[in-house]
């Protein structure tokens, strides 16, 4: 009895070894499943935020970008001398003759905001003394500000400037107001020198008659005829002397 207990009992342990190790694979093959489809789920949601991420601070450095380009435009229009061209248009074009605020160690520069066509490109021209359009003989710094600029109006009202840039991707233009920006004084025109007076002609005598000028003739002869018959006696004298 004892042999046969013994022999079952091995029996039933290896038919439990058997079915655990089917088990086991079972629950592999079921985790590996399970796994797979977990990550995959963890993949996509990181891949979500990860692109929400890379968005939020793309939308971040361009707003960053913006209001410091915003910032610059400022800063060129409040330390400029007020003597701006503004030229209206579909967009418009503003140059500052003058201006303090230089990104390029320049003491003075004169600088122009104006969009390009390409693109609708909002770009910043620096350099002195040069005229629109740029030719390749002077030299400028140009910078790309940002594209798709829908609006870049300003306005000028006596001492109050009035700016309004917008871009596609926004809703609300940003818009600024400067006030205290005074048009310099115009030069005043050099004096023109006084003409000289012109001295007044001198009267010409008028000419002298024909006949006047016969009669003072003899006259002048009987001067001098007088004279050498001075020491002379009269002609009866000297007959009586004889």
């Known amino acids: ?30 985790s590996t499943v399970l796994l797979t489809i977990v ?3 963890l993949y996509s949601v990181l891949d979500t935020q990860r692109r929400s991420v890379y968005n939020v601070k793309e939308n971040l450095e361009r707003s960053v970008d913006y209001d410091r380009a915003v910032m610059v435009l400022y800063n060129d229009i409040l330390h400029s001398d007020g003597n701006l ?6 967009r418009d074009r503003l140059c500052m003759e003058s201006t303090r605020n230089s990104l390029y160690e320049l003491g003075v520069a ?11 490109t909002l770009i910043r021209i ?3 003394d040069y005229r629109l359009p740029i030719g390749l003989e002077q030299n400028v710094e140009v910078d790309k500000i940002f594209k798709g600029v829908n609006l870049f109006d300003i306005t000028r009202k006596k001492d109050k400037i ?3 840039i917008g871009q596609v991707n926004k809703k609300e233009p940003y818009t600024f107001l400067l006030q205290g920006i005074k048009t310099p004084p115009k030069p005043k025109p050099k004096p023109k020198p006084k003409p000289k007076k012109k001295a007044p002609p001198k009267k010409k005598s008028p000419p002298k008659k024909t006949g006047e000028t016969n009669n003072t003739t003899p006259n002048e002869g009987e001067k001098n005829n007088t004279t050498p018959n001075e020491g002379i006696p009269p002609e009866d004298e000297t007959q009586e002397s004889n």
Do not use: P, Y
């Open 1 to 30: 009895m004892s042999v046969l207990w013994m022999s079952r009992a091995r029996d039933i342990e290896m038919q439990l070894k058997q079915n655990r190790a089917a088990f086991t694979l079972i629950e592999v093959l079921i």
């Open 39 to 41: 990550l995959i789920g």
């Open 85 to 90: 061209t503004l030229k209206k248009g579909e």
């Open 110 to 120: 004169k600088v122009c905001w104006l969009v390009l066509k390409d693109g609708d």
């Open 126 to 128: 620096e350099g002195n």
């Open 162 to 164: 009035l700016v309004a």
